[in-house]
């Protein structure tokens, strides 16, 4: 059975560094074709994908977001790691992460039951 | 703005077919498959059609998935209470080279 599970502060101050963690059983990213991305959903709003780290360490970012985003994995902990610089309350959103798979790109499943981040001072 | 346009809202009766649109370009579903993905209230997405028309194990065969050019759609025939979320479409985007959403539709079962 694949699990993930989003961790990381439930609030942060204008200007901080966001650090969340997802923690991940039931695959490995050391496995060929395994990939884990994280999408974000402000309250009442759409989904957004904001990065992408695939098993080999390939990694995609969000055009929009890419100069604030940093993405990371260690395998042996099976966790991925996505930091945001410069937070800003419209960064207020639920984080998920999510499974996925190299070339297949809108694949993703299953997801983590996501984080809350409020941001404010 | 999401890079794919969905209608924000669609409603049906218990038992109707409702089908709900997603539109992009030739850098999204023009070239790569088509997701849908169901929202219940409170919970985190699901994925409920895969690669335009195939469902996953365990979604009920009364969601299917159809895709045409730039275009694509969820129907969802003998419609249920249970059944009311919203509904994402997604693909990759090859000009964006990331996953891109769209704004998502809000089902009402009356």
């Known amino acids: 059975q694949v699990t993930l599970r989003e961790s990381g502060p439930a609030l942060v101050k204008p200007t901080q560094t966001l650090t969340l963690t997802c923690t991940f059983s039931g695959f490995s990213l050391s496995t060929s074709g395994m990939c884990v991305s994280w999408i974000r959903q402000p309250p009442g709003k759409a989904l957004e994908w904001l990065a992408r780290i695939e098993w080999d360490d390939d990694k995609y970012y969000s055009t929009s977001l890419k100069t604030r985003l940093t993405i990371s994995k260690d395998t042996s902990k099976n966790q991925v790691v996505l930091t945001m610089t410069n937070m800003d309350p419209v960064d207020t959103a639920t984080y998920y992460c999510?499974?996925?798979?190299?070339?297949?790109?809108?694949?993703?499943?299953?997801w983590g039951q996501g984080t809350l981040v409020t941001v404010s001072s | 703005q999401s890079v794919l346009t969905q209608p924000p809202s669609a409603s049906g009766t218990p038992g109707q077919r409702v089908t709900i649109s997603c539109s992009g370009s030739s850098s999204n579903i023009g070239t790569n498959f088509l997701y849908w993905y169901q929202q219940l209230p409170g919970t985190a997405p699901k994925l409920l059609i895969s690669?335009?028309?195939q469902r996953p194990s365990g979604v009920p065969d009364r969601f299917s998935g159809s895709k045409s050019g730039t275009s694509a759609s969820l129907a969802i025939s003998g419609l249920r209470s249970e059944d009311e979320a919203d509904y994402y479409c997604a693909a990759w985007d090859d000009s964006l080279t990331g996953v891109v959403f769209g704004g998502g539709t809000k089902l009402t079962v009356l």
């Open positions: 999510a499974r996925g798979l190299e070339g297949v790109g809108g694949w993703l499943d299953p």
């Open positions: 690669r335009n028309n």
